[in-house]
């Protein structure tokens, strides 16, 4: 790594309470990404691939150890000053889509947007240049149960792409996909990371991880591989 | 897009929606009717006092007007003196007895009063003439049907009967000249209005120069509390009372109403409040996932609670609405069964709808309803986002 990091993971350790023992999900890893980079974080159940995720995303604080994003030590911010960050700087994609049943598709496209007070007019373009990005924009007035699970997952990704984040954070994006529409959602992702996003996905899906330019293998807590893996041209 | 999201969720549910309103518009109608019954008979009764312009009330000392069958003696001679104090305008002396109409198939029995036709406030003359002829007497509608008399007409009327011998006393013949409305009285009541001079002439020695009570007009300029102190300082056998003092005497004895409208509209607004807190806090149990999911995609915690207080005053102002218009519905059909009640004068309401009141009362039903978002949907924003999704995630 030559260029400051985007995402820089110094000994995070992560404890949860559990039982009145501590549960160590992450146990001092310290990990660096740079900017355009394309990063899956493997590892079976339980190993804190997604707790990891979720320190890098600012939803979660370390035990100890720090986590900056783009040179903000998010893992001291207060509550609102973190919302307020992930807002603004991250995009994040869930394994259950997470889209608002109530909303269409443009309106949960629109909603991050609403939030950082974006007038109505430009998120309303905005909504629908991207649903146009991931093959969506004759879908714009359907709501999610009108949507079939990989179309839910594409609106969940437009949707995260929303305020223009430095980072997009994927958990499990093709968990609940067949094999057909993970497909679909794994070439969205390579094709965003052509156009220049940072992306870092937690999965189990080998074919998502060989996407990827990179892979984290971790085990009980701990980084235990780190390798780039040979691109195609 | 707040607005808009929160009237999507309540529309996501809308039988529930619809169901939780009606609960909260029952809910506001009871707590209306309440306001409303604490506050309709002081008002109408204060506005029955004040109707004719009289300020003060004049009784045999230690009594309240037509509490007891005390009379106030030497009448004229008080009269002269209550019109010398300063700010008295008008005194009209009243007295009451019971008169019995003879010469029909039965004796008809009525409530009469004696009065001065040139001052008097104890009726509204409908039709005819004012009783100013020594022989003359004015009778409700209710006293001329039993009586099956019309304008006109002589009618033979006692003052006193002994039931022993089964003989009247204070006999005279009178006749009808006019047909009136007594303000103190019910229209089911059989009453007539005589010249007080023929009242205490039918009633012998016992009555002469005695009335009732005075009923007393005093200038606007002129505050009546000290008319009243100056009334009984310058004829002591009496008790004046004011207008004012009056409908306080009223409140203490009315006050089991306000003590019953106050309980249950408390319990109303309880009731509302709980009932806006479980629809809310349901809600909120349900979309705990989509509110992790808003709170990490960054919508802050401020605007998450907007959001759900939104739904519940939504919910509240439009139970409120609703409220309004049953609890005025049930207000006129319950006061329409209470003021059949014997006796009670026509212009008495009991619920009486005062919009201040009213408003004041449904301004707390809805922020009872705001009070009643804030909990369930602080603490939903507020559970870790990590924890919340990993847990919905397994549910």
Same mark, same amino acid.
């Given at each position: 790594m030559t260029a400051t990091p985007l995402l820089s993971v110094r000994d995070a350790e992560r404890d949860y309470p559990h039982s009145g023992e501590p549960v160590h999900a992450v146990r001092g890893v310290s990990l660096e990404i740079a900017r355009g980079e394309y990063i899956a974080i493997v590892g079976p159940s339980g190993c804190g691939k997604s707790t990891l995720l979720n320190l890098l995303g600012a939803i979660d604080r370390p035990t100890s150890g720090t986590v900056t994003i783009a040179g903000t030590a998010v893992s001291g911010l207060p509550d609102r000053e973190a919302t307020r960050f992930r807002l603004e700087n991250i995009g994040f994609v869930f394994q259950r889509f997470y889209l608002l049943p109530v909303l269409t598709a443009r309106e949960n496209v629109e909603l991050p947007m609403a939030e950082?007070?974006?007038?109505?007019?430009?998120?309303?373009?905005?909504?629908?240049?991207?649903?146009?990005?991931?093959?969506?924009?004759?879908?714009?007035?359907?709501?999610?149960?009108?949507?079939?699970?990989?179309?839910?997952?594409?609106? *969940?990704? *437009?949707?995260?792409?929303?305020?223009?984040?430095?980072?997009?954070?994927?958990?499990?994006?093709?968990?609940e996909l067949d094999a057909r529409t993970g497909a679909d959602v794994i070439a969205l992702f390579d094709r965003l990371n052509r156009d220049g996003m940072t992306i870092v996905v937690v999965t189990h899906d080998e074919k998502l991880a060989g996407a990827a330019r990179r892979v984290v293998h971790m085990l009980d807590g701990r980084v235990v591989r780190d390798e780039p893996l040979l691109r195609r041209a | 897009?707040?607005?808009?999201?929160?009237?999507?969720?309540?529309?996501?549910?809308?039988?529930?929606?619809?169901?939780?309103?009606?609960?909260?518009?029952?809910?506001?109608?009871?707590?209306?009717?309440?306001?409303?019954?604490?506050?309709?008979?002081?008002?109408?009764?204060?506005?029955?006092?004040?109707?004719?312009?009289?300020?003060?009330?004049? @009784?045999?000392?230690?009594?309240?007007?037509?509490? @007891?069958?005390?009379?106030?003696?030497?009448?004229?001679a008080a009269a002269l003196a209550m019109r010398a104090v300063p700010g008295v305008t008008d005194v009209a002396p009243v007295l009451g007895t019971t008169i019995h109409v003879l010469g029909r198939p039965e004796p008809v029995t009525a409530f009469a009063l004696g009065i001065d036709p040139a001052v008097q406030g104890d009726y509204q003359l409908l039709e005819g003439r004012d009783p100013t002829a020594a022989d003359a007497v004015v009778a409700s509608d209710a006293l001329l049907r039993a009586a099956a008399a019309r304008i006109g007409d002589t009618l033979d009327i006692a003052v006193g009967f002994d039931p022993q011998l089964r003989t009247y006393s204070g006999r005279r013949r009178l006749v009808v000249s006019g047909r009136a409305r007594f303000t103190y009285l019910s229209a089911d009541d059989r009453a007539a209005a005589l010249s007080l001079g023929t009242v205490q002439a039918m009633g012998g020695g016992d009555r002469a120069d005695r009335v009732s009570l005075f009923m007393v007009r005093t200038a606007p300029n002129v505050d009546p509390e000290l008319a009243r102190a100056a009334i009984e300082r310058a004829v002591p056998r009496v008790t004046a009372l004011s207008t004012a003092g009056a409908i306080a005497e009223a409140e203490k004895r009315l006050s089991y109403f306000r003590q019953l409208a106050f309980i249950l509209g408390a319990v109303s607004l309880v009731v509302g409040f709980l009932l806006v807190t479980t629809i809310v806090t349901v809600s909120v149990n349900e979309r705990i996932g989509e509110i992790a999911i808003m709170r990490a995609i960054g919508v802050s915690r401020a605007h998450v609670v907007q959001q759900i207080v939104i739904e519940g005053i939504a919910l509240s102002l439009a139970g409120a609405a609703a409220g309004l218009v049953l609890g005025v519905f049930t207000a006129h059909y319950l006061n329409s069964i209470l003021r059949g009640f014997p006796g009670l004068p026509d212009a008495i309401d009991f619920f009486l709808l005062q919009p201040p009141s009213a408003l004041r009362a449904l301004g707390l039903l809805v922020a009872s309803g705001i009070a009643a978002g804030i909990y369930p949907s602080w603490r939903a924003a507020s559970l870790p986002i990590s924890t919340t999704l990993r847990e919905e995630a397994v549910g």
């Open positions: 950082a007070k974006i007038a109505a007019a430009e998120r309303r373009s905005r909504a629908l240049e991207l649903l146009g990005y991931v093959g969506l924009a004759e879908r714009e007035d359907h709501r999610p149960s009108e949507l079939s699970g990989g179309e839910q997952q594409r609106v *969940a990704i *437009a949707r995260a792409l929303a305020n223009r984040p430095a980072v997009l954070l994927a958990d499990e994006p093709t968990g | 897009m707040r607005l808009h999201l929160a009237a999507l969720s309540l529309k996501r549910h809308a039988s529930r929606t619809l169901l939780a309103m009606l609960g909260v518009a029952v809910s506001a109608a009871m707590l209306l009717d309440m306001v409303m019954l604490a506050t309709g008979m002081r008002e109408s009764f204060a506005s029955l006092l004040s109707s004719n312009g009289f300020t003060i009330r004049v @009784s045999p000392r230690g009594t309240l007007p037509f509490d @007891s069958e005390a009379t106030i003696g030497q009448a004229d």
